[in-house]
């Protein structure tokens, strides 16, 4: 269990004070927040590469320290992956990735090089130095560093934003099995709450230094606290219905029912899966619905909000 108590982080003023959360064992915990509130910053302390100005950070019970008071900064079962990749650059991609391993036997370090190289695609270029590397290259061979370490917590900072569909869900799937399989305790940043969807548990999200929200996905998605929140877990409308602001996802509508909305269709997108529909209403608000078909001809939708 990772613990935060009461953190504080200060740079000419406060950027994170009073953040106070826990993560249990094999937990998937996403974490939210708009550029610039402190989500970066945060995953630093947490893996004892960054000091706090204030609060501790305790594993299992444990206080885990920062570099000031470490002569290595950092713990071995924490391996984090962020925007600086730590690689050794002058260093080949395979040697980057065995420099993690040196403890194990030498057929065992072949034997995850290979295996964690195939995983992130870069077996074909193993032998080029991390410098010469593209930065979703460099993304992908610090990914494949932390996981040949075996860490007993991961922590991600925006790490499919460099790669393609397939290779992301080609990833995430394996973290997937990952911590089923090895309860490896998985914490996820994003700016864009719409790609934790189906990967976390958990999401907390932060605003004006602290916690705004720590709750379960669906609620997060289904019941923000306001139109920001909202909006960094994926596209929502916003409309006025009798004096107050409503928030529904694109999927959250019914053609049946209580009609109380009127839309005029501007047009539709087809993306081969999901059909995005653009209509705005009586009084010039834009909405998106999602459907299977087509919503051309409809004229009027009932919002249907999920409770939890």
């Known amino acids: 269990m990772l613990e935060l108590i009461d953190i504080g982080i200060e740079r000419d003023e406060w950027v994170l004070r009073n953040v106070d959360f826990t993560i249990g064992e094999g937990e998937i915990v996403g974490i939210i927040g708009k550029s610039g509130v402190g989500k970066s ?17 305790r594993l299992n019970g444990k206080q885990l320290f920062g ?32 420099e993690k391993i040196l403890s194990r036997h030498k057929e065992d370090q072949n034997e995850l090089i290979d295996f964690f190289l195939d ?12 410098h010469l590397l593209s930065g979703g290259e460099q993304q992908r061979l610090a990914l494949a560093r932390a996981l040949a370490c075996e860490p007993r917590i991961l922590l991600l900072d925006e790490p499919f934003v460099h790669l393609d569909q397939r290779l992301r869900w ?24 719409a790609e934790m969807l189906g990967f976390v ?4 999200s932060l605003n004006n ?6 709750s379960s996905v669906e609620q997060m998605y289904y019941q923000p606290l306001d139109k920001e929140e909202a ?23 019914a053609l049946e029912g209580e009609m109380k909305i009127n839309l ?10 999901t059909i995005y529909n653009y209509f705005a209403t009586d009084t010039n608000e834009k909405i998106m619905l999602t459907s299977f078909e087509s919503l051309k001809h409809v004229e009027r939708i009932s919002i249907l909000k999920h409770e939890f």
């Not at 548990?201 to 907390?204: C, D, L, S, T």
């Not at 230094?209 to 720590?214: D, H, K, M, P, R």
């Open 67 to 98: 570099p000031s008071e470490k002569l290595i900064p950092g713990y071995d079962d924490i391996q984090l992956v962020n925007q600086d990749f730590a690689l050794e650059p002058y260093h080949t991609v395979e040697q980057n990735v065995k």
């Open 170 to 193: 080609k990833i995430a799937n394996y973290l997937l099995e990952l911590n089923e399989q090895q309860k490896t305790t998985i914490v996820l940043v994003s700016h864009d709450g």
């Open 264 to 273: 005029k269709f501007i047009k539709s997108i087809d993306t081969g899966l």
């Open 41 to 57: 910053t945060l995953l630093k302390i947490m893996a004892g590469l960054l000091d706090a100005n204030e609060g501790k950070v």
């Open 119 to 130: 995983l992130v695609e870069l077996t074909e270029i193993r032998l080029r130095k991390a």
């Open 209 to 214: 230094g602290g916690v705004q929200s720590n």
């Open 201 to 204: 548990q958990r999401v907390i």
């Open 231 to 253: 909006e960094l877990m994926g596209s929502v409308n916003s409309v006025r219905l009798n004096g107050k602001q409503v928030l529904f996802r694109p999927n959250e509508y």
